[in-house]
């Protein structure tokens, strides 16, 4: 989630400040392994205030000042040093100690001070404000810091900027992820607009992801059918978003409708796509709109996965296509992947529907079936027949090959 800052020129300090932590960027967002610890907001101890304050006057620079900013775990002391040195003749703040401070006010929760603070140093023209917002916004994505961000990009917006469409998407990517209050990612998307960005197919499916979490199926459809006013295509993602999050509303008639028209628009579908959406239709028992995305999934050379074999067989067995679902498993044993044992019951039991105990009993014999329940289901399936020889026959099946009927 971190911001791609190498295309702008931003101060040394600030970016060694940030790369000391780049490496956990990659981790979820989680306020009790915060990459930056809170500033003691405790009363601050004269002594070690006037002493800090000592070494600052025989020698007062920007570096100097961020040092003991830095060694100052009190933050009312460091308020108070960083408000004592503005009032120095002949000193002036610069973005890196404009930094400094703000991102400790920010680590404390403090949005109103990071408001004021911002607001200041962009005020002041420092050179380098708009690197040390962005960097700002960052180290807030990265802590879960997202009001202390979000008050620093209308910062960033106020002061006459024009921050990239990566910024936005950063934050909209991390709230979303979180599952923030929707109205927070409809303030981002908002302030983007303010700023005259134009929105990319990322933007759009970030938006599209928070409205259906909100359960805004009505605006979400409207969102989608408005995407190409917006100069977007929708993409696998999009397709993969829209469609899993209609079905787990129970809006299968309109994931159809938005299936038909993926397949249309012929889009280049990623293997997440295949895989989360063909077991959402299983489950739903659309076994139609499942085997059109496994074809698709084929004609791509894309090699289904385990889940997505056993969604379509447990289906193709509810719906009694039992041979095509033999087929699917002769398919994932030519892909080296086998069949759960749970999944072979459901087999025996749609055999058993259809009263082709035989069939049942050579699909069985043929696999390396060590578990009993579908052996038994069988043999229940046989006494139901009144099949005796059959059941025998099994019986003695299952003491040859060590499978004991419970």
């Known amino acids: 989630m971190a911001l791609k800052l190498s295309s702008l020129r931003v101060s040394e300090k600030i970016t060694r400040w940030i790369h000391q932590s780049a490496y956990f960027s990659s981790l979820p967002c989680a306020k009790s392994n915060q990459i930056i610890p809170e500033p003691n907001q405790d009363p601050p101890h004269s002594s070690e205030f006037e002493g800090k304050i000592q070494i600052l ?19 009312n002391s460091s308020l108070k040093i960083f408000k004592w040195a503005s009032l120095q003749k002949r000193f002036y703040h610069t973005a890196d100690t404009y930094f400094r401070i703000i991102l400790k006010l920010g680590m404390a929760g403090m949005v109103k001070e990071v408001e004021a ?58 709230l979303v992820e979180e599952k923030k209050d929707f109205r927070s990612v409809l303030f981002v998307y908002k302030e983007m607009v303010k700023a005259g960005i134009v929105p990319t197919v990322d933007t759009l499916n970030y938006l599209l992801e928070a409205l259906l979490e909100a359960d805004r199926i009505g605006t979400v459809m409207d969102q989608y059918r408005r995407m190409r006013k917006k100069g977007c295509h929708p993409n696998s ?8 999050g209609l079905i787990t509303r129970n809006q299968v008639d309109k994931s159809v409708v938005v299936l038909n028209e993926m397949l249309e628009l012929g889009c280049e579908l990623e293997f997440s796509l295949y895989t989360r959406l063909i ?30 074999y056993v969604a379509l067989i447990q289906c193709l067995c509810k719906d009694l296509h039992m041979n095509d679902a033999v087929n699917l498993v002769d398919e994932m044993t030519d892909n080296d992947l086998m069949l759960p044992d749970h999944v072979f019951m459901d087999m025996v039991d749609g055999f058993c529907t259809l009263g082709k105990l035989d069939e049942a009993k050579s699909f069985l014999e043929d696999r390396p079936v060590l578990e009993t329940h579908s052996c038994n ?22 003491v040859e090959r060590n499978v004991a009927s419970s």
């Open 57 to 75: 006057k025989n020698k007062l620079h920007p570096d100097s000042l961020i040092g003991v900013l830095d060694s100052t775990n009190d933050l």
């Open 117 to 174: 603070f911002s607001n200041e140093m962009v005020k002041e023209r420092c050179a380098g404000s708009e690197e040390a917002l962005l960097a700002l916004i960052d180290s807030f994505v990265r802590n879960c810091r997202f009001d202390e961000a979000l008050q620093v990009l209308v910062t960033l917006n106020s002061g006459g900027y024009q921050p990239s469409i990566s910024v936005f998407n950063v934050l909209l990517d991390a």
């Open 237 to 244: 993602r999009t397709f993969e978003i829209l469609i899993g």
């Open 279 to 308: 077991p959402l239709f299983c489950r739903m028992n659309k076994l139609e709109e499942g085997m059109r995305l496994f074809k698709m999934m084929r004609v791509s050379n894309v090699v289904p996965d385990l889940l997505t």
């Open 377 to 398: 289901a069988l043999l229940g399936g046989y006494c139901d027949a009144l099949n005796f020889l059959g059941t025998k026959g099994l019986s003695d099946k299952m």
